[in-house]
């Protein structure tokens, strides 16, 4: 899935094949920029600050937000120093062109990994990121465990040791029944939370998958907006797991992890409809009913409002970030 998927976002327009939050709605980059804010603001104004987007797409998520930041803060804008995260040359043009005209501080800096962020007080936003790093797949055997490979006919299962999960996670999946490990999304987010308890700061992602520990496969392929078999064509498709949020929380150490809460609930407790009304009353008469319908789209719990989610890892002495009061303990 890897390799697959780096040649995917490297050749192709993801966009032909789903669609995301951000190119839904203006809001949704909008309400994420004054996530930034208010967050900077309580670190105390950093200056200068890095404010990094992992997996940009099209830019759209950081051009929104840029904008929206720009006139409500604008010392933030002038304080912030961009990196954005991205391996494809092909979406760092998109990007380039889309964020620049929003840009107050120096041109973005690019940046193939978010290790490779350099030192300092940081803000990271990131909207389907995670689902798109590979994961491995086990199953349980009548006697142990095999891990699934893709072979020259298709999927096949190798023997192998017990997956690095804890007990109560493995304990329940029945014989037969698959679990996932994404281990560069552990990775990647146990290094976030090392480094934001080091040097300051705070991570907001937003992907889908459950709130809650479970098992299966969860492994898609999306190719042209409709189901494809993940085995077909390796490269053409969008390849996407669930992300395991639960496994997540656990490797955040020193840092405090918030959420995950429904991206209908974070989206809705930050205002998105406050902001919708506005941009509708800009609208000529009758003619807002698109921006509504994209918020509805986003919010409502049988579209993205319930199995899209928010979670946010902070520097320990950070209040609880906007949007996440109501689950934090
Ligand atoms: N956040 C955007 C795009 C989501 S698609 C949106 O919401 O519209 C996933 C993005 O992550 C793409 O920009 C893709 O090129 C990038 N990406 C995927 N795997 C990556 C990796 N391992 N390292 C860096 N970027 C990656």
């Not at 669609?19 to 804010?37: D, H």
């Not at 804890?166 to 029945?174: E, F, G, Q, S």
Request: one cysteine or more; glycine letters at 12%; hydrophobic letters at 45%.
């Amino acid at each position: 899935m890897g390799r697959a998927n780096a040649a995917y976002y490297a050749g192709h327009d993801p966009f032909a094949d789903f669609t995301t939050a951000p190119e839904i709605s203006q809001a949704f980059g909008e309400i994420l920029g004054a996530w930034a804010v208010v967050v900077w603001q309580s670190m105390g104004r950093p200056q200068p600050f890095i404010l990094a987007e992992a997996g940009p797409g099209r830019g759209t998520l950081m051009a929104d937000a840029l904008r929206l930041a720009t006139r409500l803060a604008p010392d933030f804008a002038a304080a912030l120093t961009l990196h954005l995260v991205e391996t494809s040359p092909r979406l760092r043009a998109l990007q380039a062109a889309a964020i620049g005209p929003h840009l107050r501080s120096a041109a973005p800096r690019w940046h193939d990994s978010v290790e490779a962020l350099p030192d300092g007080p940081l803000i990271l936003l990131a909207n389907e990121f995670l689902d798109a790093l590979p994961i491995r797949q086990f199953v349980r055997g009548g006697t142990g465990w095999s891990e699934r490979h893709v072979g020259p006919g298709g999927f096949e299962l190798l023997a192998c040791d017990a997956p690095l999960l804890p007990a109560d996670r493995l304990d329940p999946v029945p014989e037969g029944g698959v679990i996932e490990l994404c281990e560069p999304a552990l990775a990647l987010v146990g290094g976030l939370c090392r480094r934001l308890s080091r040097q300051g700061g705070a991570a907001l992602l937003l992907d889908y998958g459950p709130g809650v520990a479970g098992h299966g496969d969860t492994l898609q392929a999306l190719r042209g907006g409709a189901p494809a078999d993940p085995l077909q064509a390796p490269g053409e498709a969008d390849l996407t797991a669930h992300v395991d949020f639960p496994a997540l929380r656990t490797v955040a150490g020193d840092a405090k992890a918030h959420g995950p809460v429904p991206q209908g609930r974070f989206l809705t407790a930050l205002g998105l409809f406050a902001r919708i009304e506005r941009l509708v009353r800009a609208q000529p008469p009758g003619q807002g009913g698109a921006l509504v319908e994209a918020a509805h789209r986003l919010v409502d719990p049988s579209r993205m409002g319930s199995l899209f989610k928010a979670i946010a890892f902070c520097h320990p002495a950070l209040p609880v970030p906007p949007g996440f009061e109501e689950v934090s303990s």
